[in-house]
């Protein structure tokens, strides 16, 4: 009897070490899949987590404004589907010395997801802050306020990844080694002392085909249209 039940305790100590490295889904199904008239899906519903899924499902909430809150330990929550190309937005709130991150193309697995990452960062210690292409390109300079909402476009289409914050493009990068190609939307709580909030999150699907993605990028992206523009002619002296 002794060994049968050792054999048992081992079993079930087995199968506890499997779940905890097995993502949870957070709250039901995934919100049904309706574009508007632009083509943008909601990501959330502003009532719940339904469909998203993390390791650690205490760290995030949904907050009375509808919010997604995400606070304590190092956590990341998943989106349901993955992507390949696409336009990201969200709005996001930090506060102050706080850190946090959207992943794009993020694979799902514990630790620190393999995927790109769009730093959040105004005041904190890290060196790269709001904006950055994690570890790619990065930007030495935020002017978000702490505690303010800052509003966030992404691109991601075949190699390149473009970030704009607040209407200001601050990466247009072309990764060369293509490092991912297709993921998970993950969202980064990265700390105890971070307390980080998105909400207006939506992600508008774009073609496999680079040229027809590309086409109209302009229009989430207003600067691009003014890099095309023929330079003025000089003035005759």
């Known amino acids: 009897m002794a060994i049968l039940r050792h054999s048992l305790i081992l079993l079930f100590l087995l199968a506890m070490a499997a779940g905890s490295g097995r993502a949870q889904t957070v709250s039901g199904k995934p919100v049904p899949r309706v574009p508007d008239a632009g083509g943008w899906f909601a990501l959330f519903n502003g009532k719940d987590l339904s469909g998203w899924m993390t390791f650690d499902p ?111 493009l601050l990466v247009d990068y072309p990764d060369k080694e293509s490092t991912y190609t297709e993921g998970h939307i993950a969202f980064q709580q990265h700390d105890q002392a971070s307390q980080v909030s998105f909400k207006n999150v939506r992600i508008k699907p774009l073609p496999d085909d680079i040229a027809t993605a590309l086409a109209g990028l302009e229009k989430a992206f207003p600067s691009l249209a003014e890099k095309k523009k023929p330079a003025a002619p000089a003035k005759p002296n």
């Open 58 to 168: 205490g760290g995030w909430s949904v907050g009375g404004g509808g919010e997604l809150n995400g606070r304590g330990p190092r956590s990341f929550l998943f989106s349901p589907g993955t992507y390949r190309n696409f336009i990201l937005q969200a709005e996001a709130r930090l506060n102050a010395k706080g850190d946090s991150g959207i992943l794009l193309r993020a694979a799902l697995e514990t630790g620190a997801p393999k995927g790109y990452e769009v730093q959040l960062c105004h005041t904190g210690d890290d060196p790269q802050k709001t904006g950055s292409l994690y570890n790619f390109e990065k930007v030495a300079t935020s002017g978000i306020a702490d505690d303010q909402w800052s509003k966030q476009t992404v691109a991601v289409i075949g190699n390149r990844i473009l970030i704009q914050v607040n209407g200001k």
